[in-house]
T-cell receptor
Framework: NAGVTQTPKFRVLKTGQSMTLLCAQD?????MYWYRQDPGMGLRLIHY???????AKGEVPDGYNVSRLKKQNFLLGLESAAPSQTSVYFC???????????FGQGTRLTVV | AQSVTQLGSHVSVSEGALVLLRCNYS??????LFWYVQYPNQGLQLLLK??????LVKGINGFEAEFKKSETSFHLTKPSAHMSDAAEYFC??????????????FGSGTRLQVQP
């Protein structure tokens, strides 16, 4: 049981380039999330999804887009990367209710 | 809006000493509260959670936390620190049910160092 898998694990982008981060979960969870982690700021919610075909903005959505075409996958896109998007990105999934969220191993992204 | 405050971005203890990591929350409804641990270059792992019922919650690796509504606190403790406890710890509160998204709001984290 792999849980939540993120690809890639590391990436360096030049300013203005685009990329997509992939998150896959094998727990049949309805809820999926993308967070970014920055030093001293904890994790902040970028976008989330409450089910296949649905997405919504979190607290820091600017510069990102997401898609949830299949229940098990949640994609995070950067159309034109900026140095301010240098961060560690975590995907998480949850059944909802009072259950916890399960996290992937993270993607460390550097924009130069 | 919900929020979480973790007092102390860095805590250092000696091996065998008591570990106390502080967390205070703000929530408009009875909260669901979580503690996660993050080891270097890894994802977040659930330590323990409080949803309803007993206010003293036991988790993995000998950690426990007590929900105190009157103090809006959910402090994490461990009686005797081990070198392997060195990590970053995050307190989090779940969104109220009526928001629909059920996301977590995190504190800024506390890095625990354990001295030999």
């Amino acid at each position: 049981n792999a849980g939540v898998t993120q690809t890639p694990k590391f990436r360096v982008l030049k300013t203005g380039q685009s990329m997509t981060l992939l998150c896959a979960q094998d727990m049949n969870h309805e809820y999926m999330y993308w967070y970014r982690q920055d030093p001293g700021m904890g994790l902040r919610l970028i976008h989330y999804s409450v089910g296949e075909g649905t997405t919504a903005k979190g607290e820091v959505p600017d510069g990102y887009n997401v898609s949830r075409l299949k229940k098990q996958n949640f994609l995070l896109g950067l159309e034109s990367a900026a140095p301010s998007q240098t961060s560690v990105y975590f995907c998480a999934s949850s059944e909802g209710g009072n259950t916890e969220a399960f996290f992937g191993q993270g993607t460390r992204l550097t924009v130069v | 809006a919900q929020s979480v405050t973790q007092l102390g971005s860095h805590v250092s203890v000696s091996e065998g000493a008591l570990v106390l990591l502080r967390c205070n929350y703000s929530s408009s409804v009875p909260p669901y509260l979580f503690w996660y641990v993050q080891y270097p270059n890894q994802g977040l792992q659930l330590l323990l959670k409080y949803t309803t019922g007993a206010t003293l919650v036991k988790g993995i690796n000998g950690f426990e936390a007590e929900f105190k509504k009157s103090e809006t606190s959910f402090h994490l403790t461990k009686p005797s620190a081990h070198m392997s406890d060195a990590a970053e710890y995050f307190c989090a509160v779940r969104d109220p049910p009526d928001t629909g998204r059920r996301a977590l709001t995190f504190g800024s984290g506390t890095r625990l160092q354990v001295q030999p």
